[in-house]
């Protein structure tokens, strides 16, 4: 059975740096992303990469200060996160998944929590003012 394994989360002050980083125990699916989830909202999706051929998607208000990879040697993605604000305050969970446009005839890089089928069980990311 396949799995994720998330580390790398901790408390950091404000403008710190941190590299998330998301094993997968075989090389499985089409797309792997990072969500997170903070207290009382709802998942949110930050960034997703295409296993082979790299393609990514990155939610726009951390594009300048987020950056994912990964890989394929160590089946791992990660996640760089640079500047970090308070507001990234927040569990964050790897997912993988063979993600499909919305007409569901393609593969294509997905934003939404149910195109995914395998979750970690996520980090915890602290970031102090």
């Known amino acids: 059975q396949v799995s994720l394994t998330e580390s790398g989360g901790g408390l950091v002050q404000a403008g710190d740096s941190l590299r998330l980083s998301c094993k997968i125990s075989?090389?499985?699916?089409?797309?792997m992303a990072w969500f997170r989830q903070a207290p009382g909202k709802e998942r949110e999706f930050v960034a997703a990469i295409t296993w082979v051929s790299q393609r990514r998607d990155v939610l726009d208000s951390v594009k300048d200060r987020f950056h994912i990879d990964r890989d394929r040697a160590e089946n791992t993605m990660y996640l760089q996160m640079m500047s970090l604000k308070p507001e990234d305050t927040a569990m964050y969970y790897c997912?993988?998944?063979?993600?499909?446009?919305?007409?569901?005839?393609?593969?294509?890089?997905?934003?939404?929590?149910?195109?995914?089928?395998?979750w970690g069980q996520g980090t915890q990311v602290t970031v102090s003012s």
């Open positions: 997912a993988a998944g063979d993600t499909l446009d919305d007409s569901g005839s393609y593969y294509a890089l997905s934003r939404k929590v149910g195109a995914y089928v395998l």
């Open positions: 075989a090389d499985k699916y089409y797309a």
